[in-house]
């Protein structure tokens, strides 16, 4: 299980989910994305919730309050790297391999 969470911007509606399905879906390059952004807080982060929502339920409510909110907030969504280190350890060792090789 890949722990993540996300949250509307004004902190009111909050959700914690397992992102294994993005995961077992993204390409390389998304995951790599991810991990640059330090697996939050970032559109590559949003398009973990965004995908996820077709899944979960309370996610694309929470979609859906910040959406119909008067200020139309947005949103953020993080995943626990230590979760997301462990699969891909696991699931796919290559891209692990090439995230140890990127610039910091």
């Known amino acids: 299980m890949i722990n993540a969470k996300c949250f509307s911007d004004d902190q009111r509606v909050e959700v914690n989910f397992d992102a294994t399905p993005w995961f077992e879906q993204a390409s390389e390059d998304q995951i790599k994305e ?7 807080s970032n559109y590559a982060a949003d398009d973990v919730a965004l995908f996820m929502a077709d899944i979960n ?4 409510k929470m979609l859906d ?3 119909h909110h008067p200020d139309q907030i947005g949103f ?12 891909l350890r696991t699931e796919r060792p290559l891209i692990l391999d090439n995230l140890a090789l990127m610039p910091i």
């Open 34 to 40: 991810l991990a640059t952004c330090e697996w939050g």
């Open 57 to 60: 339920k309370k996610i694309q």
């Open 65 to 67: 309050y910040c959406e």
């Open 76 to 87: 953020e969504c993080h995943v626990t790297s230590e979760d997301a280190i462990a699969w």
